[in-house]
């Protein structure tokens, strides 16, 4: 007679969504990123000891930082850490405060869709028009300015997903 499985990792990261996985992808990115500017800002000090610059660090810099926001960003939300406005959940409770998650998620959600319209919009443009950094490296800007319509396309995935299946909240906390 067989036992039913135990859960461990294996059976957890399997039961995660494709949206969990993509959360997860953006974490590590985001992480990523910043371990990649505390090595650029290492070099860069390094190179000014020898009155040297990589002439690359602060734009390297922003685009890695614009990384660290929108593709954290999703994170995040999924894991309780926007800021809120208690004012409102203080006063309901029960399927009212599930109706007021469902509306505030669809407002975001709505919110989050019209920036990626304009964001993808800006993005043709600089495609289009071949937009380049003026710094050393000319980035074509469409490049970086990717990384925003990612991270928010993202975000709208996740806000759908919080929309449709709203989390339980105690001691006004995410679980």
Request: with cysteine; aromatic share 10%.
């Amino acid at each position: 007679m067989h036992s039913p499985p135990k859960p461990g990792p294996e059976s957890e990261a399997a039961s995660r969504s494709w949206i969990d996985r993509i959360v997860d992808g953006g974490e590590i990115l985001s992480s990523l990123s910043v371990v990649l500017i505390l090595i650029l800002v290492c070099a860069e000090v390094i190179f000014r000891l020898f009155n040297r610059s990589t002439m690359i660090a602060d734009e390297l810099g922003a685009y890695l930082n614009a990384a660290i926001v929108f593709l954290g960003m999703t994170y995040t939300l999924r894991e309780g850490g926007f800021i809120r406005i208690e004012l409102i959940y203080e006063r309901v409770q029960g399927r009212a405060r599930l109706l007021v998650d469902i509306a505030c998620g669809l407002i975001s959600l709505v919110f989050t869709l019209v920036l990626c319209w304009f964001i993808w919009q800006h993005i043709l443009y600089a495609y289009n028009m071949n937009t380049l950094s003026t710094s050393i490296l000319q980035t074509p800007e469409y490049i970086p300015q990717s990384l925003m319509l990612i991270g928010l396309v993202m975000l709208a995935l996740q806000l759908l997903v919080l929309t449709l299946r709203p989390p339980r909240r105690v001691n006004n906390e995410f679980l």
